[in-house]
């Protein structure tokens, strides 16, 4: 009988702390916040692996300003498992890069890719639906996406539309579709053929180095000749800023034709906007969420996040505020989006300290 494949899990743990400002920082991004329950998403993200996979199997990349912290904050795993980046430069050098580093320890096996600062309910489903994509992958060598069913015509994800399945709750993928406009994303929703992309993959280490030569070689030749020449430290800056700055999507899975989907079986949220981690919190009879001290007179379906100062507010409805000692976010709920336009106003104008 052969032997089950090795499990491999990469937790993609870069991010630039912009979508959660003033709260998320560029030194403290999304990942290191507790904002669906008491642990950050980081540690959420790693303890789920508990079980299905060996410690010394998981590897978590990130960038060098977040690696030190990163280390800190996940002592149970090898310092060593954890990848730095030199830069961030999308998934597909973040990808390329932890396969070469996972081979010269792993010669085989199967990867799990997952993202650190997304929220997932329902383990044992997880656990489930990461076994079948993993069977799946090491038994056809097929390139194996996780698609969540869609629950309204979302317009800020991508999604992928399957035709015929392959057995296992299996389905065959025929197209990666861009961010639709609401009328598009209306149509997805009732075809019944779309998924929402929720970027979690899982193939075979030899899989995935087959796909990136045959279809994005500029994103994995160079880190080839980097550890043939001996994997040097030192050079990996200039070889890695040299590198396409591609999503993985782009540089292969829209290329593949080998592409296979699992329709999962859990709840997810990429926990996208203030909104979204507003959906974690118990409301108040009033639609309130309220964290830190508060007075609230005539006050509905607002959030307050406070910090060491108390916030009253009269006669307003659908905000969101968010206190930092050095900043305070007010805006309407619909307009959470602009918390990015906010952040790069601060980048124009040079303010770094609070960035």
Known sequence: MQNPPQKIAVVMAGGKGTRFWPRSRSQRPKQFLAIAGKETLLHQTVHRLDGLFEPRHIFVVTTRELADET??????????????????????????????EIERRIPDGVMVVLSADHWIGDTEAFIQDVETAVDHAASTGELVVFGIKPTYPETGYGYIEVGGTEGDGVQKVLAF????????????????????????????????????????????APL????????????????????????????????????????????????????????????DSNGNVVQGQSILLDVKNSAFF?????IAASGVSDLIVVDEPDALLIC????????????????????????
């Open 71 to 100: 280390r800190a904050m996940l002592p149970g795993l090898p310092p060593e498992n954890i990848l730095v980046e030199p830069e961030g430069r999308n998934t597909a050098p973040c990808l390329a890069l932890s396969l070469v």
């Open 177 to 220: 579709r861009e961010k639709p406009p609401m009328e598009m994303a209306l149509q997805y929703l009732q075809s019944g053929r779309h998924y929402w992309n929720a970027g979690m993959f899982v193939w075979t280490l030899g899989d995935l180095r087959k796909g990136l030569l045959q279809h994005c070689p500029d994103v994995l």
């Open 224 to 283: 080839d000749g980097w550890t043939s020449q001996g994997a040097d430290e030192a050079a990996l800056p200039v070889i890695y800023g040299r590198l396409p700055q591609l999503a993985i999507d782009v540089a292969l899975m829209e290329k593949a034709q080998n592409v296979a989907l699992v329709s999962t079986h859990f709840r997810w949220s990429d926990v996208g906007s203030w909104p979204a981690a507003v959906e974690f919190q118990e409301p």
């Open 306 to 310: 406070g910090g060491t100062r108390l």
């Open 332 to 355: 309407h709920r619909d307009k959470a989006q602009s918390v990015k336009q906010i952040v790069e106003r601060l980048k124009q104008e040079g303010r770094e300290d609070l960035l």
